[in-house]
């Protein structure tokens, strides 16, 4: 082979090299241990079953969230997608109201300052980093009576914390893929910080009904 030839071999080669280096793909997330409940009442929990890359989520007449830190490696994640399944869905309501804001399924996605998720890792609990005043979060919802992409204030979170409608109460499949960094730039009027936290929630106890379903393929990018 001609010596120019080569040389162009091998310096396509350590392009490619380059280009794989800065940029390691979709970060797929396991329903796995590390994931933990939290109970928002004493006698009132939903069901998780966890299976690896699904997770089934059991409502009835009930709330509570389950969580998990975000691991170093993918805190500057700005783009997230998954696949979630609704059997059995609560009725629609009003998701700014305290109390009555029962949905099938929401997802969070926490952010905290570079610096502040420094001095934060690996302690605390998802209570304390929702309530952590520099804490921003995003929450992906299936349910209410909204319209898909409006951006909502939320009742709990105060301005730490916005609902992004994806779909509106009722029953179906559906694949989602959200640009995290640009919904944050359009609910906070900025950019992200590391993103430290994941949580779903299922909420069926206001309005007393009962809510079956999925989250899978959860991937981070």
Not at 159 to 175: D, P
Not at 191 to 218: K, M
């Amino acid at each position: 082979m001609h010596r120019r030839q080569i040389l162009r071999m091998t310096l396509l080669a350590a392009c490619a090299a380059c280009v794989t280096a800065g940029h390691a793909g979709a970060a797929p997330v396991s329903f796995d241990a590390g994931w933990k409940e939290q109970k928002f009442r004493l006698f009132s929990s939903n069901t998780y079953k966890a299976r690896g890359a699904r997770l089934d989520v059991i409502s009835d007449g009930t709330v509570s969230m389950l969580w998990r830190p975000v691991d170093r490696a993918d805190w500057s994640a700005r783009r997230a997608s998954w696949r979630w399944n609704v059997t059995r869905s609560v009725p629609a309501t009003d998701l700014t109201r305290k109390g009555g804001d029962d949905r099938n399924l929401a997802l969070y996605f926490v952010f905290l300052p570079q610096a502040e998720a420094e001095r934060l890792a690996g302690s605390g609990s998802i209570r304390s980093l929702l309530q952590n005043p520099e804490a921003r979060v995003l929450v992906y919802v299936w349910g209410g009576a909204h319209r898909r992409g409006q951006i909502l204030p939320s009742p709990y979170l105060d301005r730490r914390g916005k609902t992004v409608i994806l779909r509106s109460s009722g029953t179906g499949s559906h694949a989602e893929s959200v640009d995290l960094a640009a919904d944050h730039a359009r609910a906070f009027g900025t950019p992200p910080g590391a993103l430290v936290g994941l949580a779903v929630s299922a909420d069926s106890d206001d309005t007393a009904s009962a809510i079956r379903a999925t989250i899978e393929q959860l991937e981070l990018d």
